[in-house]
């Protein structure tokens, strides 16, 4: 009982429970800070779009991470690869279309049209550019 009430005194006076908005929380992060295994590289207010950037790394492998805080509640998730093409053959956009294919260990295909009937997202879809690659949620 007495370590449950000290767990809550803890969260209690934690700023992430005080602070109002989301990007006010996000403002409390400090270069250097270390939370989930991902670094806190810099902290920027963008106040003209009501948003707090925060860009992180994965101690783990390097991954870079980009946080936008902001009381919306339309949320979106991306993962993002530097598929720079050598030639005009369009192998990065069949990787993409590969990589939602499946494999032998993970034999689930077409992942975004299984998650459409158990999730809240109202967005999910992959793009191949000139630059990159990307998958939303």
């Given amino acids: 009982m007495l370590l449950h009430t000290y767990a809550r005194a803890l969260v209690a006076n934690s ?6 908005s989301a990007t006010e929380r996000a403002l409390n992060y400090k270069p250097g800070q270390v939370i989930h295994g991902f670094t806190v590289n810099e902290v920027t207010p963008i106040p003209d779009f009501n948003i707090t950037a925060v860009k ?3 101690e783990g492998t390097g991954a870079k991470y980009l946080h936008l805080a902001r009381e919306d509640s339309d949320n979106l998730f991306s993962v993002q690869f530097r598929t720079t093409p050598m030639d005009s053959t369009g192998v990065p956009h069949i990787l993409e279309h590969t990589v939602l ?12 049209f299984k998650m459409q009937n158990r999730s809240l997202a109202t967005f999910m879809n ?3 550019g000139n630059y990159g690659t990307l998958q939303t949620v």
């Fill in 56 to 58: 992180l790394s994965h």
């Fill in 126 to 128: 992959a793009f191949t």
């Fill in 15 to 20: 700023w992430r429970w005080k602070a109002s």
């Fill in 101 to 112: 294919a499946g494999s032998e260990k993970y034999p689930c295909r077409d992942p975004f």
